[in-house]
């Protein structure tokens, strides 16, 4: 099987650094992957990858600093020809993350809802070259490249939420209750509900149904 595949998680929640770590650890018994360090924004993931030279950065989309693209284009500009594979992994499966991702640089692209065993085999098969999606991801990148997913229009109106609104927004247009979408992105209730308040002013929808309308048109559910 050869040497195990040295991986640094870049997530900005602690609990979910921990939970992935112990996952790949009990499901690789840590003859596969080998979780080499953590990062929790831009700057300690370019940090992190310089140190430690991991082989597979599975990398979240939304981080403080500038997200997971700012992240690959340093690394990319410092360490042309040397830098490792990026394999994103995050709750958003939005259409424009995963092609702007992909765009930036990444291998692959999965959600948070993989198990275990799935991880570890997409970082395996990253590590060896291979390009990973998780199934219905494989279609919005085939969609975008074949010319059928206008991206520019669906930036420019969410250019106007920031990035934490714009997952409140995704969770909130699923069906998600405030409290589900507060335990999921480790916030307070009450900061959810400020979010959602700010995201229908700036979109200018009054309700929630029609939050859930405008993010189906754009393909963002």
Known sequence: MGDPVKVLVVDDHAMFRVGVKAEL??????????????AADVDE????????????VLLD???????????????????????????ALSVSDAAEDVIGTIRGGARGYVTKT?????LVDAIRRVADGDAVFSPR???FVLDAF?????????????DRLTERERE??????????????????????????????????????????ELTKWASDRRLL
Request: proline content about 4%.
């Open 25 to 38: 650890q009990s499901a690789a018994a840590g003859a596969v992957v080998d979780v080499v360090a953590e």
């Open 137 to 139: 991801l494989a279609g």
């Open 61 to 87: 989309v939304h981080l403080p600093g500038g997200g997971g693209v700012e992240v690959m284009r340093r690394v990319h500009a410092a360490m042309p020809g040397g830098a490792p594979r990026f394999l």
């Open 114 to 118: 993989i198990t275990g065993p799935e």
């Open 45 to 56: 993931a370019v940090a992190r990858i310089a140190e430690t030279a991991p082989d597979v």
């Open 168 to 209: 409140v927004m995704r969770l909130i247009a699923r069906g998600y209750a405030y409290k589900e979408v507060a335990k999921e992105l480790f916030i307070s209730t009450k900061t959810v509900e400020t979010h959602m308040s700010s995201v229908l002013r700036k979109l200018q929808l009054s309700s929630r149904h």
């Open 146 to 158: 074949a010319g059928s997913i206008q991206v520019a229009a669906v930036d420019e109106d969410l």
